[in-house]
């Protein structure tokens, strides 16, 4: 186990589902609430932590939503992105596509060009640093409306050499993809990607939806297409990435126990899985932490793990090359760890 444990902290890997809003830890909140004179409902680093316990989905957003208040200036996005990285960095993160929620912050005065600049700078002080190359996903809120989500597109236009692609976040049940189905082709004609949170606590034919009226070239979660066989034979045919959170799916009881996360049942069934830190200042832990998590409550192992990181850089939409270069580097490392 703690020879397991030694070999997830050094695999090299990519993360490809976490939102730098729920990278927010609480002392950070508290010091940029301090630093831009935002009052927070919460008194103490302890405080804030004991609120974190959700039961659903919406537990959990109107927390995270409320949380993200306190980031206020360019220099705040900058050091939130950047703390990620450094996190990233310690557990052999090579590469992130991280997500940005641009209408929690521009619904409140923010200008859109003051989150983008402060997440670039990040990145970039992260490559200078760390070397981690990372891309940008909008994610549009879908509890708001088709013409919110047509503005914030707008609003992209001249940050799209940065910005990898579209996502679909917050409120699922009752949000369904069809709603986005003509933004999302917007996105597509501008030649973004598209990803999709979907059977997450929505059922399968949501997930249906995106693969069908939206284009997706990854699906987000993705638990629920489990429910229908039909669907997950559709999905390992096509090879479709699936960005998993276990310790999020734990914290939003999306599953009950660790020990039947459907990690391992993906993998058997021939999904391209992957293992995401989701929203970690929330839910308890960064990317390595996921990973040992599985490793404590399942029977993983080395190879399932190095599987899993392998799909990390095939379903990121890093270039074909850098991707070879990646794989080398992880062949490389579990060559190295059986010797
Ligand atoms: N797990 C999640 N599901 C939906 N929206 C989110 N926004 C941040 N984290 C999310
Ligand atoms: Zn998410």
Redesign the pocket.
Known sequence: MADLDAFITGLPKAELHL?IE?SLEPEQMFAFAKRNGVVIPFDSVEDIRAAYSFSR?QD??DI?YQGAAVLQTEQDFRDLAYAYFTRAHADAVRHAEIFF?PQTHTDRGIAFETVARGLFAGMDDAQRDFGITSRLILCFLRHLDEEAAFATLAQAKPWLDRIAGVGL??G?IGNPPSKFARVFAAAADQGLRRVA?AG?EGPPAYVTEALDLLGIDRLD?GNRALEDPALVDRLARAGMTLTV?PL?NLK?CVVNDMAAHPIPRMLALGLKATINS??PAYFGGYVNDNYRALAASTSLGRADFATLARNSFTGSFLPPEEIARHLAALETYVAEAAA
């Open positions: 939102h729920g989905l959990f957003l995270y929620d976040d917050s699922e949170h997450e979660h959170c999020s939003l989701d929203d």
